[in-house]
């Protein structure tokens, strides 16, 4: 039998070399003869990867370091890192300013030796320990991540929109004795100080010089420097530690491939982080697949505003810093996205459903669905367009024409004009990722944009790559084929009835293996050995099926499984999808069922705009989308509760749920989870325990209210 993960690394010359499609009937992922197992699939590698598993694209570059310095050395004048400065005259921000690569590359060398002298006049000395990095994404971010890469230090990241507690368990396990943040957490910090006792520094990224006339016993820095005192703690702002850097003239001390680049903590939907550990061969192995999946040129601009704690935002960094490109940062507002996108008119756009939710439920408000003329073109636009993307033979037994997501003169008269107004219309590729994206909304976004809208799946595990849609691939209903430096199999599940043997199409629990999985848990041994098959798999948790081509969708979960009381098990993701995919009034799903009852119930959050348009025919008065106050009230009104019972019923009939698959009562509001309130993830990931337990009386409130009716309509409760 074949070795199933090569020691062999895997070079071409170039990204397009791997992204050039296989022959057309060829499977984009391919098995491995003689790598099936009872239980499992064969083996599943990318159709260039037969003989070895991608590791770098460059056999010179084989640290996150070597990916930045290679293009500062080619593109050291290129515009690097963007930011919008606030000008407090006009109270407004700026438009962009930009940071090149070689500014860039000398303030990352010198803050990374001036970061390695303060931890040293701590008594830490040596490599390989870690800085703490907690802010919003900004230009700052990024150079002191690539700083800790020049000194062989890795980053670990707080996240920016979660609370206290989960920052003061990140900062103890992973023994941060420094953090660099953004001064409005400063305070907190300060406070958790006492139960901190190894945290010695703190580096602020605003500035704390004196302003202009201010006494410089006023100056922030003086006013911290005391409170600092009393808590045991030295505090230096961004600009001293980079003077001190410099001062010190120290040359680079580059990490090896398998040193750590960071410890990412998972935002956890149940329990305390976990700190995944990943090294640099991990960073470049998953970047070079990224850049086969999207290569770029030195041209390119993408925009940051996805967290930089999570993975997936670090990811799709590394590759534009690796292309030589250039990264705008938001402005911190997320309401106010789509002002910094029409500034920068990014080529590439990487986000996540529930914002591409919004952006098609304003482009069909304001185009498909207008009255007149203006509906009537853009519907028949959109329709010849969808058409092009999925052509039909012109004869029978005749092959289809090549599909197309471009037309020439549509594009042109409306397709530009509709991408401009949300910055996009300069937009070749835009990527999806972290849940699944509605089928209909890819296929529509696809043809508005006239971009490859592709879906993709990875986990911090595997550094946020796994799965990619090729480019040629126009289908809608799978996240695509093995990456180049992954394989994947798949294994049964006989308790949730999915198997390999099933048909058409092999189901299981998707295993991988590669390049870019993770070394393990920081200090959790135990949690690691239960993510692994004894043979050295990792065990996503999730259910896939793999079709004929070697393209994979995801189907289910296998953790998040309910059980109701007449013993049937069901997954309420796949039930919230559906509803979510069907009714674009509804932005959000947390459907519960109770092991003590035989049927479920749901919280449901509206989306604003296209919620006010619903509610407005229900009532018959008209509501404004931003009238939020009223929009609050409208969902709680019996008459839209039964209006939207009637509609999920219609999906459930429509779907062929069974009868214990269908909500029967609900609960509207506007935004029921967020991040703020601690029931999403940074990347936007229910918490379902927390959320059951936040919203216990509502839930029990709605098994109570349900039960009633069914005591005074016995024959339609059984329907």
């Known amino acids: 039998m074949p070795s199933l993960l090569s020691s062999k690394p895997l070079f071409l010359q170039t990204a397009e070399d791997y992204h050039k499609p296989p022959p057309k009937g060829q499977p984009y992922s391919i098995t491995l003869s003689g790598s099936e197992q009872p239980g499992r699939t064969p083996v599943y590698r990318h159709h260039k990867s037969r003989d070895g598993l991608l590791e770098t694209l460059d056999p010179a570059i084989r640290t996150g370091h070597d990916m930045f310095e290679s293009s500062a050395q080619k593109h050291p004048h290129a515009p690097c890192l963007g930011y919008r400065p606030y000008d407090s005259a006009k109270k407004a921000w700026a438009p962009y300013e930009w940071l090149d690569y070689e500014t860039v590359q000398k303030r990352r060398a010198d803050l990374g030796v001036g970061l390695v002298e303060i931890h040293a006049r701590e008594g830490i000395t040596g490599t390989q320990y870690g800085v703490g990095l907690w802010c919003q994404n900004r230009p700052e971010w990024q150079l002191t991540d690539l700083a800790c890469m020049s000194q062989s230090l890795f980053s670990v990241s707080l996240y920016d929109t979660l609370g206290p507690e989960t920052s003061e368990y990140i900062i103890r396990h992973a023994n941060l004795a420094c953090v660099v943040t953004s001064l409005a957490h400063v305070p907190v910090l300060l406070q958790l100080k006492s139960r901190l006792p190894d945290l010695k520094a703190l580096v602020v990224l605003d500035s704390l010089a004196p302003a202009t006339n201010e006494a410089p016993e006023l100056s922030k820095q003086a006013l911290l420097d005391s409170l600092a005192k009393e808590a045991g703690i030295k505090i230096y702002s961004l600009e001293t530690v980079e003077q001190l850097g410099a001062s010190l003239k120290r040359p680079y001390n580059p990490p090896r491939p398998t040193d750590a680049i960071t410890i990412n903590y998972t935002s956890g939907t149940t329990g305390p982080p976990k700190g995944v550990l990943l090294t640099h061969a991990t960073a470049v192995a998953a970047t070079s697949s990224s850049l086969v999946a999207s290569p770029t040129d030195h041209n390119g601009v993408s925009i940051s505003y996805l967290p930089l704690a999570h993975i997936y935002g670090r990811l799709l960094e590394h590759s534009v810093l690796w292309s030589g490109s250039r990264i705008g940062y938001f402005h911190g507002n997320p309401l106010e996205l789509v002002d910094d996108l029409k500034l920068l008119r990014p080529t590439t756009f990487a986000s996540v459903p529930r914002l591409y939710n919004r952006f098609g439920g304003a482009i069909k408000s304001q185009t ?9 073109l853009s519907r028949h636009i959109v329709k010849t367009k ?39 219309d300069r937009v070749t590729t835009m990527v999806s990722g972290a849940a699944p994206l509605d089928p209909s909304l890819q296929a529509f976004l696809r043809v508005v944009f006239a971009s490859r809208t592709m879906q993709g799946y990875g986990l911090t595990e595997t550094y946020a790559i796994a799965l990619v849609q090729p480019v040629d691939d126009f289908t809608v209903s799978s996240v695509g084929g093995v990456v180049p430096c992954q394989e994947a199999c798949l294994l049964s599940v006989p308790d949730m009835d999915y198997t390999v043997e099933d048909k058409p199409h092999p189901r299981g629990e998707l295993l991988l293996r590669g390049k870019s999985v993770f070394s393990g848990y920081y200090k959790n041994d135990e949690e690691t050995a239960n993510s692994f098959t004894e043979d050295g798999w990792f065990k996503t948790g999730d259910i896939c099926s793999v079709d004929e081509l070697g393209r994979f969708s995801i189907i289910d979960r296998r953790k998040n499984v309910l059980k109701l009381a007449q013993g049937e098990y069901l997954s309420p993701e796949r039930i919230e999808g559906v509803y979510l995919s069907s009714l674009t009034y509804l932005a959000q799903g947390f459907v519960y069922g109770d092991s003590v009852q035989t049927f479920l119930v749901a919280i449901f959050g509206v989306q604003p705009d296209t919620f006010a348009v619903f509610a407005s025919k229900v009532l ?30 219609k999906v459930g009939r429509k779907k062929k749920f069974a009868g214990y698959e269908r909500v029967r009562n609900i609960y509207l509001t506007l935004d029921p989870f967020t991040i703020d309130n601690e029931l999403l993830t940074p990347t936007l990931k229910l918490k379902r325990p927390v959320a059951a337990k936040r919203y216990r009386d509502v839930l029990d409130g709605l098994y109570a209210e349900a039960l009633e009716a069914e005591k005074s309509q016995p024959q339609k409760a059984k329907l």
């Open 368 to 376: 498909v669905e207008q009255p007149g003329f203006k509906g009537a």
């Open 386 to 424: 969808l058409a092009n993307a999925n052509p039909a033979p012109k004869t029978p037994g005749a092959s289809p024409p090549t599909p197309t997501f471009k037309h020439a003169f549509y594009d042109r008269i409306w397709g530009r004009k509709v991408a401009g107004a949300f910055g996009l």
């Open 620 to 649: 018959g008065r008209e509501i404004s989308p931003t009238d939020l106050v009223a929009i609050k009230a409208a969902a709680s009104e019996p008459k839209i509760k039964a209006a939207v019972l009637k509609d999920l019923d």
